[in-house]
């Protein structure tokens, strides 16, 4: 099992990272996307950011463009997109694959310490999406694999992922605030 801390990622700017700069923290780490029906989320998860960043919560944005070709743009023009249409202020990553042969180490990592996400309403999530990727000859990704855009992992303040949140569970959930609350409180 990796480090979560460890893996080599990049900055949306382009130089080298690791998450490690956040040790200490609670993390929540997305697979964005910036032309998807959930982009929207985009301002729950600054306001969220906004709201426990004093607290020791760092929001790690992810772009991927792994469903429906809906992170087409370059790293420039996504901090663009997301620092004008949403003034997101949490971290941005480079795009990265989340899902098939080319997954982020990460990526691997999160869905190996987290296999099942958190949402009632997942089931009825993948079934609507199923039915609008049908029409294009696809279908979801089986689980445990990341289902769509905006999936959350939750990591406490060893870098171990905690929980996991479906994409239709919003950053404002109550769920996923309690959980934030609770991971920020355990020091």
Not at 12 to 21: D, F, M, N, Q, R
Not at 106 to 120: K, M
Not at 150 to 172: H, N, Q, Y
Request: proline residues 6%; aromatic residues 10%.
């Amino acid at each position: 099992m990796a480090n979560l801390y460890d893996i080599p990622v990049q900055r949306i700017t382009g130089e080298p990272a690791t998450l490690s700069e956040y040790s200490g923290k609670v993390l929540l780490v997305v697979n964005v996307a910036s032309r998807c029906g959930l982009t929207k989320q985009y301002e729950a998860l600054e306001a969220l950011y906004t709201r426990f960043k004093d607290a020791g919560l760092v929001i790690c944005g992810f772009p991927a463009n792994d469903f429906g070709a809906q992170e087409p743009g370059t790293d420039e023009e996504i901090a663009t997109f997301c620092s004008s249409s949403y003034n997101v202020d949490f971290p941005m990553f480079s795009k990265i694959a989340v899902t098939g042969e080319a997954t982020h180490p990460l990526y691997n990592e999160l869905i190996s310490e987290q296999p099942t996400a958190i949402g009632e309403t997942r089931a009825a999530f993948r079934e609507r999406l199923n039915g609008f990727l049908e029409k294009n000859g696809a279908t979801s990704n089986p689980e445990p694999g990341i289902l769509w855009n905006f999936e959350k992992f939750l990591l406490d303040r060893t870098g171990k992922a905690i929980a996991r949140f479906s994409p239709e569970v919003t950053p404002d959930d109550p769920q996923v605030v309690a959980a934030i609350e609770s991971a920020i409180a355990t020091s």
